[in-house]
Nanobody, 128 residues
Framework: QVQLVESGGGLVQAGGSLRLSCAAT????????MGWFRQYPGKERAFVAA????????FYADSVKGRFAISRDNAKNLMFLQMNNLKSEDTAVYFC?????????????????????WGQGTQVTVSS
């Protein structure tokens, strides 16, 4: 069993920055790929970013490329999303997710159905 807990959300002005964290407990975190998704009210969750088990391979949605950076600290079972130059359209609930695969996971998926565990979400609000 895996538990994921996001933190770091809040209210920020357009152009500002936030750093989201995702803490994982309960199962080996180090070998699994992970991702960040966000959800607007009344909409499906949308892919934001993904990172492989090592942290060396990443992938981003076009809408956040160049502004957001995903990273992880396997020694501390933490994943991060550094969000810079925030825009009003970044306002959403952000979720972290973990994908379980055999062995070390290099797969980077944009499909939420490929992820097995989810956090409860953290609200990010960007005021213009």
């Amino acid at each position: 069993q895996v538990q994921l807990v996001e933190s770091g959300g809040g209210l920020v002005q357009a152009g500002g920055s936030l750093r989201l964290s995702c803490a994982a407990t309960g199962r080996t975190f180090k070998s699994n790929s992970m991702g960040w998704f966000r959800q607007y009210p009344g909409k499906e969750r949308a892919f934001v970013a993904a990172v492989d088990w090592s942290g060396r391979s990443t992938f981003y949605a076009d809408s956040v490329k160049g502004r957001f950076a995903i990273s992880r600290d396997n020694a501390k079972n933490l994943m991060f999303l550094q969000m810079n130059n925030l825009k009003s359209e970044d306002t959403a609930v952000y979720f972290c997710a973990l994908r379980i695969e055999d062995g070390y996971s290099y797969a980077l998926s944009i499909d939420e159905d490929d992820y097995d565990y989810w956090g409860q979400g953290t609200q990010v609000t960007v005021s213009s």
